[in-house]
């Protein structure tokens, strides 16, 4: 308890710290406005952005295209990582076709989805199932792949069914790797919905950002950015509570906290 009351301390020594920065060092330092704006002037333009410019209704835009991004391209993971885990007939088949899908890079989809699908919500979510889909699925992948065999066995010993030992021990045992999949999805579906609004978007904290590069405004782009942090942050902060209800079982020391 102590341990974890001085790390809150010190972390928010260090916001303190940043904050003090970002106000004091651009004067010092000699930056004009334009390059670096101080915290209070982009504090300033947040509340003019809420006001006038809808801050609260796009934030919750590209939200929504994160949560829906990201539960979508998690379950295709799981579902992927599972039958890939279970039939290596299946992962020798597929595999070559995924890992392409990987490498190929997914900004480069993005116009492509636009043009077909229009500057909808559905461009922005389909980047993001795409970024998010890999992580959750090698570690599915891996972690069905690595199960105890001796605690299959203990399991078929008892006449276990197929979809019992996937219930009782494959699917458990994949949980933690799951849940670490999890976590880097959470972050990487802000990533692949802002390239989704920056490429073709007119709603959305990727489109205020574009808004903001256009017309010079730096401490808009700093507000949008800020709430794009936010969001992930958010995302992140969801799983690692939805982790720690899941894997209560877990010993503390076992389950990463950051």
């Keep these: ?12 020594v260090v916001l303190l ?12 330092l000699g930056m004009p406005e334009y390059v670096f704006p101080k915290l209070t002037r982009v504090l300033q333009e947040a509340v003019h952005m809420w006001r006038n410019s809808d801050l609260f209704g796009h934030f919750w835009i590209t939200a929504l295209e994160v949560v829906v991004g990201f539960i979508l391209g998690s379950l295709l993971g799981i579902l992927f990582g599972v039958v890939l885990g279970l039939s290596p007939r299946a992962e020798a ?8 899908l990987q490498i190929a890079p997914k900004v480069a989809f993005a116009p492509l989805f636009v043009m077909w699908l229009g500057y909808t919500i559905y461009p922005k979510v389909l980047v993001a199932i795409l970024i998010v889909f ?3 699925m090698v ?16 399991v078929r010993a008892f006449n276990a069914s197929r979809m019992q030992i996937f219930r009782l021990v494959e699917f458990p045992s994949a949980l933690p790797s799951l849940f670490s999949g999890l976590r880097i999805a959470a972050t990487l579906a802000v990533i692949g919905v802002t390239v989704g609004e920056l490429v073709g978007g007119n709603k959305g904290l990727g489109f205020l950002l574009i ?13 949008s950015i800020a709430a794009l942090t936010l969001v992930g942050l958010l995302a992140y902060w969801a799983v690692v509570w939805l982790e720690r ?4 079982y877990i010993p503390r020391a076992s389950v990463a906290t950051v």
């Design 211 to 223: 808004d903001g590069e256009g017309q010079g405004n730096t401490a808009a782009v700093f507000v």
């Design 93 to 100: 088949v597929l595999s070559p076709y995924i890992l392409a």
């Design 134 to 136: 890999f992580p959750v």
């Design 17 to 28: 710290v940043f904050l003090a920065l970002w106000q004091w060092a651009p004067g010092l």
């Design 245 to 248: 209800r899941v894997l209560h």
């Design 1 to 12: 308890m102590r341990t974890n009351v001085s790390a809150w301390v010190s972390s928010g």
């Design 139 to 154: 570690n599915v992948l891996s972690a069905v792949r690595t199960v105890d065999p001796d605690m299959v066995n203990l």
